[in-house]
C-alpha cells in the first residue's frame, strides 16, 4: 500500500498500465523532456501517520494564546451556536463540487438562495449574489461593478472612515483596474458631506463608497447622501458590518445602491483571518451587472420549484475578459453558515446579540472613562458595540498589561489612541478586568 | 426608401433618411438561441462603428453588439426590456437601437444582403 | 423523502414567535437611547423564526439531495475533485487555531504563523519556486494577485508600456478575466488541434508591449507542453514573464515543477490539488508563488521568520503590490493543505501524480471505441471526448452527462475545452479505486449502447434524481433570486 488516501495496489498498477500498454508509471511521463523534470524527492519530511500528524498540530496550537477578545476592527468575536459546526460537517455540503449540475445540487443551490433572500433583507436591498470572498474584495468588487455600470466613468470616492484594511485593499484594485480613487475627508470621526459634493461636483464619479458603522464603530448620519449621488449619476456603495443592522438603518434605508461587506460577524469563528464572507447586495436594476454566482428559482420538466444557477452569460466562463469579474467561485459553505446562523437567531435573536454588544460596549466606555485615563475619541458621535478612546499611556503598554491577564485589550490604531469592541461574548466581569488593568497604568 | 447594411459581426442597420435602426441578423439571432436579455444603451449615448454598444445574452452565451456606423441614439427599444425573445420571432423588424448617423460615408463598408448571405454561407462552411 | 413535507424553504417554516438559537447576556444597562432614533432601523428585517430542531432537520434533508465527493465518484475535468481526508477537518476545527483574531500580536499567535510559514515553505518547494503567499482566497484571486506581481515587477523597471497578456485559446476563462481585472489587455495565441501552443502563432505577438503569457500544463485538453522550455525562452527574451495557471498541478506532483519549466509566477489551487473540500463553491485558497528577485512584490501582509526562529508579521516593504486581502487568506483551508502535505510527505506526493495520470489513461482507453478521442498518445490528469462515437442517434454530451447522474455519477466537464463541439472532460484522481473507475466504464459503455438502442431515455435524463432537468430559459429571462421575489412570482 502507498498510501491510506490512494486504493491502488501492485496488482491494480500493473494490470491498468496493460490495459494502456505500458508496463511502467514512468512511461506516462514520456513526453516530459529530461531538462524540466524534477530530479530525486522533493526536499520535504517524509509521509507521518494520522496520530504524528495530530500531535504535529496540537504542538503548534500551544504557541497560540486565546484570548478574551476586545478587538474588533472589522472581525468581531460573536457566539457560534453547536448546530452550525455540525451541518457544516455534512460531507453532502463540505464535499460537493460547484453546483453546475442542477439535478443533483439542490442542497447547495437551495441554501444559497435562503442565502440571498435573507442577505437581501438585512441589507434592504433588492438582490443579492451568491456571495464573495471577504468583505475588503466584495467592497472592491462592488467598486469595479459600479464604474462597469457606468460605462465611462472612472473615479470612485471611498470615506476616509471606511476600515483601512478594506481601503487598501480597494486601493490595490482601483490601481491595477485604472480606477481613480479619492478620498472623502473626515472631520470628528465622520466624513464630511460637503467634501464628498464638491468632489462630486468635479465630475467622473461613478460610486462613492461609505461604512456603517465606520471603522470607529461610529453610526454616521447618512440622510440626503443617496440623493446628492444619484444628483451627479453616481451609486451609492454602502460597506456595512450585517450584525449592526439588526439596529442601525440599512443601505436599502439610506437610499444605497449597492451593499457590501463582511459576514463575518455573523457568529464566524475568527479562525486567525478566514474563511470568512463577502456579501454583495444591490437593487434590481443592477443585477446584470453583478459579479460572482446568482441562484435563480425556476420549474423543472416536471413542473417542480428548482433552485438553477442563472445569469451566466455575466461570467468568466462565457464572457472571459469581457466578464464583470474575475470570480468563478463563492464562499459556498459560509453562506450555509450564514443562514443557519441566521435562520437559528431570527430577528428577535440578532437583535439581542447587537443589543449585548450595544450595551457592553456603552458601559466598558464609560467605566474605562472614569478611570480619568482614557477619553472617547469622538465624545459628540453615536457609536454601537466599538469605540476609540485616547489614553494618557501607550497602548502597547496596556497591551502587554491585558496579555498578562489573558485578555486582549483592543486594536491600536495609533500610540495612544485604541478601538476596543464588545459582543455578547464578553462578561461583564471581563470588562471589569480590563478596567482594572487600565488603573494601573501610569500616565 | 429605406436600405438595409450588414456588418461582418452580424449587426444590420436599416437606413431610412439620416437615421439608422440597428439590429442583429436572422443569422445571428439563430446562432445565439433562445434571447434572454439585452444590454443596450440608454437615449443620448453616442455609438462608435467598430465599437461595442451593448450585448445580447442567451441562457448560455453572450454576444458583443459592435455598433456597424457612428452616431448618436436617439431611441434604444424598450419592448425588449420585457420581451427580449421579439428578436427571436422577427430579428429584422425588433431593431435594438435608432440613430441619427454622423458619418453616413461608413456605410459604403458595409455589405448589402446579397454580400452578406453570400458571407453567411462561408461563415456556416467553416 | 417526503418532499410535499419536507422540501420547503426555510421561511415557509417560519412561525412568529420562534427561535433556535440561546445568547449569554452580559447584564450591563440598556444602552438603546444613546443612538438617535434617526440612526435606526425602521423595520425588523424579517428572518425567519424558527426552533432548533426545526433547522436541523430542514438543513439535513436538504443535504439528502446534494452530491458530493463522500458519496460518490466526480469525473470533473478541470476540478481535481480528490478525497478530503477527515483528519485535516479535525484539525481546522482546533479551537487553539479557530480562536484567534487576525489582528492578535505575533508572539500570541506563534503556532498559527509557523503553520503559514512552513506550508508557504512546503508550496515553494513543490512549485520550484522562491517564495509563496497565501493570501489569495482562491485561484481566480491568486491569478489577479500574480499578474498584478507581474505589473509592479515591470513598474518597478520603469517599463510602462506591458500592457499585454497572451493566453492560449484553449485557457481556463478565469485566465482572460483575471488579466481583464487587472487592468491587462487579452491577447490570444492559437493552439494546434491538441490544444498544445502554436509557437510559430506566438511568435510575432512577442514584443516590448507583453507583460507576461499566462499557460496551464499539462493543458486544458490534458496533453503536457513539450515545448514549454522553448516558450519560456522567447517570453523571457522579449523582457516578459511567464504566469503558470496552476488548475492542472496535480498530475505533476513529483514530475516536474513550474519553476524548473521556466515559470516566473504561479498559483496553486489548495481545493484541488492538496484535497481541501470544495463546499459547494468555496471556501478555496489560491496561494501564489515567485521565483527568486519577485519576492519583494508579493502582496502584503505577509509571514517571515526571524534568526531567532519566531515568526513575524511585516506590511512595509515599499515595492509590494500592496494588500489583496485583509487578513492572511483562508487560514482554515491552509491548515487542511498542510495537513495533507504531512500525511503524504515527499513520498506519498510524488505518488499522486503518476497515479491520478494512470487513472486518466485508464479510462480513456477503455472507453475509446465508444466515444470520439480527439486527441491521440498518452494524457495527463484528464482527457476529452468529442461525444460519442456515433453522431447518427441524436444523443449529445449534455444527455450523457444527465443520464450519468442516473447511475450515481456525477457528470464531467461539459462543452469545455472550447476546442472541440461536444467536450467531456474526464478527471478521475488517485483516490478513485480500480472498482470505482471499472464501475463508470461499466455505465459509460451502457449509456452509448443505450444512445443507439432507446435514445429517449438517454435525452430525457435524468429519471432518478431529486429534480428533473431545469428551465434555464425562464430562470434567466425572469429571474426569481430571493423569497420575496418567489412570493410575488407565484402569486
Known amino acids: 500500500m502507498i498510501h491510506h488516501y490512494f486504493p491502488h495496489t501492485a496488482d491494480d498498477i500493473r494490470e491498468m498500465l496493460g490495459r494502456c500498454g505500458m508496463s511502467d508509471l514512468g512511461e506516462l511521463y514520456a513526453d516530459v523532456p529530461a531538462d524540466v523534470r524534477l530530479r530525486g524527492d522533493y526536499n520535504l519530511p517524509k509521509g507521518r501517520s494520522e496520530k504524528e500528524i495530530r500531535d504535529f498540530f496540537n504542538e503548534l496550537g500551544r504557541h497560540n494564546r486565546i484570548l478574551t477578545c476586545f478587538a474588533g476592527a472589522g472581525f468581531y468575536h460573536h457566539y457560534t451556536p453547536a448546530v452550525i459546526p455540525y451541518i457544516l460537517s455534512r460531507s453532502e455540503f463540505l464535499t460537493a463540487y460547484t453546483p453546475y449540475q442542477p439535478e443533483i445540487s439542490q442542497g447547495t443551490l437551495q441554501y444559497i438562495f435562503e442565502y440571498q433572500s ?39 470616492l471611498i470615506g476616509a472612515t471606511v476600515n483601512p484594511a478594506v481601503r487598501r485593499v480597494v486601493a490595490t484594485y482601483a490601481r491595477y483596474h485604472g480606477i481613480r480613487l479619492d478620498e472623502i475627508a473626515e472631520a470628528d470621526g465622520v466624513i464630511r458631506r460637503d467634501d464628498m459634493e464638491a468632489k462630486l461636483a468635479d465630475g467622473d464619479v461613478a460610486a462613492v463608497i461609505v461604512a456603517t458603522p465606520n471603522f470607529y464603530g461610529i453610526a454616521e448620519d447618512y440622510s440626503g447622501w443617496a440623493d446628492a449621488c444619484h444628483r451627479y449619476k453616481a451609486l451609492l456603495i454602502m460597506n456595512c458590518v450585517p450584525a449592526d443592522l439588526a439596529l442601525l438603518k440599512s443601505p436599502g434605508e439610506w437610499g444605497a445602491d449597492i451593499a457590501c461587506g463582511d459576514a463575518q460577524s455573523l457568529g464566524m469563528p475568527l479562525r486567525y483571518g478566514g474563511p470568512y464572507l463577502g456579501f454583495l447586495c444591490a437593487s434590481k436594476a443592477l443585477i446584470r451587472k453583478m459579479p460572482g454566482r446568482i441562484v435563480g428559482a425556476t420549474t423543472d420538466a416536471d413542473g417542480h420549484r428548482t433552485f438553477v444557477l442563472t445569469l451566466q452569460a455575466r461570467e468568466q466562463h462565457i464572457r472571459r475578459d469581457k466578464a464583470t469579474s474575475n470570480i468563478c467561485s463563492n464562499q459556498g459553505l459560509m453562506a450555509l453558515h450564514t443562514v443557519v446562523y441566521l435562520s437559528l437567531l431570527g430577528d428577535d435573536g440578532l437583535r439581542e446579540a447587537a443589543m449585548q454588544g450595544l450595551n457592553g460596549a456603552h458601559y466598558l466606555a464609560s467605566q474605562l472613562e472614569a478611570t480619568g485615563l482614557m477619553r472617547m475619541s469622538f465624545p459628540a458621535q453615536p457609536f454601537v458595540n466599538e469605540f476609540a478612546m485616547d489614553t494618557d499611556f501607550d497602548v502597547a503598554d496596556l497591551e502587554a498589561a491585558c496579555l498578562e491577564q489573558g485578555i486582549l485589550c483592543g486594536v491600536k490604531i495609533a500610540p495612544r489612541r485604541i478601538l476596543i469592541a464588545v459582543t455578547e461574548m464578553q462578561t461583564r466581569e471581563e470588562m471589569d478586568r480590563l478596567v482594572k488593568t487600565v488603573k494601573k497604568m501610569k500616565s | 426608401m429605406s436600405k438595409t447594411y450588414y456588418s461582418r459581426t452580424h449587426e444590420y442597420v436599416t437606413v431610412d433618411g439620416n437615421t439608422g435602426y440597428i439590429g442583429i441578423s436572422e443569422y445571428a439571432q439563430k446562432a445565439l438561441g433562445n434571447v ?21 445574452e442567451s441562457v448560455k452565451a453572450a454576444s458583443d453588439l459592435i455598433a456597424p456606423v457612428s452616431g448618436a441614439v436617439v431611441e434604444s427599444n424598450g419592448l425588449l426590456i420585457d420581451n427580449p425573445r421579439l428578436i427571436n420571432q422577427d430579428a429584422m423588424a425588433n431593431w435594438i437601437i435608432k440613430v441619427e448617423l454622423s458619418d453616413p460615408e461608413e456605410l459604403s463598408a458595409l455589405m448589402d444582403e446579397e454580400a452578406y448571405n453570400a458571407f453567411c454561407a462561408t461563415e456556416d462552411a467553416h | 423523502m417526503n418532499k410535499e413535507y419536507y422540501g420547503k424553504l426555510i421561511y415557509e417554516l417560519s412561525r412568529h414567535g420562534r427561535r433556535g438559537a440561546s445568547l449569554p447576556d452580559n447584564a450591563t444597562p440598556d444602552a438603546l437611547a444613546a443612538i438617535p432614533s434617526a440612526l435606526l432601523r425602521m423595520n425588523a428585517p424579517g428572518l425567519p423564526e424558527v426552533d432548533e430542531p426545526a433547522v436541523v432537520r430542514h438543513y439535513t434533508n436538504m443535504s439528502a439531495n446534494n452530491f458530493g465527493v463522500d458519496t460518490g465518484f466526480y469525473p470533473l475535468g478541470s476540478c481535481t475533485m480528490k478525497y478530503n481526508p477527515k483528519i485535516n477537518e479535525e484539525i481546522a476545527g482546533y479551537s487553539s487555531f479557530a480562536d484567534l483574531h487576525p489582528l492578535q500580536p505575533a508572539s500570541t499567535v506563534q503556532g498559527a504563523l509557523e503553520a503559514y510559514w512552513t506550508l508557504q515553505k512546503a508550496l515553494s518547494e513543490i512549485g520550484g519556486m522562491s517564495e509563496f503567499t497565501l493570501n489569495p482566497f482562491a485561484g481566480a484571486h491568486g ?67 507583453v507583460a507576461a503569457m499566462m499557460m496551464t500544463n499539462p493543458n486544458t485538453a490534458g496533453m503536457f507542453e513539450h515545448g514549454v522550455k522553448e516558450i519560456a525562452e522567447m ?40 484535497s481541501t473540500p470544495h463546499g459547494g463553491g468555496g471556501p478555496g485558497s489560491g496561494p501564489v508563488g515567485v521565483r527568486k528577485g519577485l519576492e519583494c512584490f508579493l502582496p502584503e501582509p505577509r509571514v517571515c521568520r526571524r534568526d531567532d526562529g519566531t515568526f513575524a508579521i511585516s506590511d512595509d516593504s515599499g515595492e509590494s503590490l500592496g494588500s489583496i486581502s485583509a487578513t492572511l487568506g483562508n487560514f482554515g483551508v491552509q491548515l487542511r493543505a498542510l495537513a495533507y502535505i504531512m500525511s503524504l510527505g515527499a513520498d ?46 441524436g444523443v449529445t454530451t449534455l444527455d450523457v452527462a444527465k443520464r450519468l447522474l442516473d447511475f450515481g455519477f456525477h457528470a464531467p466537464t461539459i462543452y469545455f475545452p472550447l476546442l472541440f463541439h461536444e467536450s467531456l472532460m474526464i478527471e478521475p484522481t488517485e483516490t478513485e479505486s480500480r472498482e470505482t473507475l471499472d464501475a463508470f466504464i461499466d455505465v459509460m459503455r451502457e449509456i452509448a449502447k443505450e444512445a443507439v438502442e432507446n435514445p429517449e431515455v438517454v435525452k430525457s435524463a435524468p429519471h432518478s434524481t431529486p429534480v428533473s432537468r431545469p428551465d434555464d430559459t425562464a430562470a434567466a429571462l425572469n429571474p426569481v433570486v430571493t423569497y420575496d421575489d418567489l412570493k410575488s412570482s407565484e402569486s
Open chain 1, 118 to 156: 435573507m442577505m437581501s433583507r438585512l441589507t434592504g436591498m433588492e438582490v443579492s449574489n451568491a456571495s464573495m470572498y471577504d468583505g475588503a474584495t466584495a467592497t472592491a468588487e462592488a467598486m469595479m461593478m459600479a464604474v462597469s455600470a457606468s460605462r465611462k466613468r472612472d473615479r470612485v
Open chain 2, 36 to 56: 434572454v436579455y439585452v444590454d443596450m444603451p440608454e437615449e443620448g449615448d453616442d455609438v462608435t462603428a467598430g465599437e461595442e454598444f451593448g450585448a445580447v
Open chain 3, 143 to 209: 491569478e489577479l494577485t500574480g499578474l498584478m506581481v507581474i505589473r509592479a515587477y515591470h513598474e518597478s523597471r520603469g517599463d510602462s508600456k506591458r500592457v499585454k497578456v497572451i493566453v492560449p485559446d484553449s485557457a481556463h476563462g478565469t485566465n482572460p478575466a483575471s488579466a481583464a481585472v487587472a487592468g491587462l489587455k487579452v491577447v490570444e495565441v492559437k493552439s494546434f488541434p491538441d490544444g498544445t501552443v502554436d509557437i510559430e502563432a506566438l511568435r510575432p505577438l512577442l514584443d516590448d508591449t
Open chain 3, 235 to 274: 517570453v523571457h527574451e522579449a523582457g516578459a514573464l511567464m504566469y503558470y495557471d496552476g488548475a492542472n498541478l496535480n498530475p505533476m506532483l513529483g514530475i516536474a515543477r513550474p519553476g524548473d519549466m521556466g515559470f516566473d509566477v504561479m498559483h496553486i489551487n489548495l481545493h484541488k490539488t492538496f
Open chain 3, 348 to 393: 506519498g506526493l510524488k505518488m499522486a501524480g503518476p497515479l491520478a495520470t494512470l487513472n486518466a489513461n485508464y479510462v480513456k482507453e477503455s472507453l475509446r471505441d465508444l466515444y470520439l478521442l480527439p486527441l491521440e498518445g498518452v494524457c495527463k490528469h484528464e482527457f476529452v471526448f468529442d461525444g460519442l462515437r456515433d453522431k447518427s442517434t
